[in-house]
């Protein structure tokens, strides 16, 4: 399984169920907390993006909660 990234804030209701979905199929992933983590703020900058959540799947990056995008990337 790739290395699942998935970038979020402390009020984003997507970024909860992106991770609460991820949680349900079992799926590891590292949070990074834009909000409270100046370091993933420049790292999603750098990416392009200024809103969360993205999800970063290996090297795909899925912008927002695309759950069919999702469960293509992650093989579910």
Do not use: H, W
């Not at 979020?8 to 990074?32: H, Q, R, V, W």
């Amino acid at each position: 399984m790739e290395k699942i990234t998935v970038y979020t804030s402390n009020t984003c209701p997507y970024c909860t169920m992106a991770k609460d979905y991820l949680k349900e199929k079992g799926i590891e992933f590292e949070e990074k907390n834009v909000q409270n983590d100046a370091q993933a703020r420049s790292e999603l900058m750098e990416k392009g993006y200024s809103g969360v959540p993205v999800i970063v799947v290996g090297t795909e990056e899925i912008v927002g909660f695309d759950k069919a995008r999702l469960d293509t990337l992650i093989g579910k």
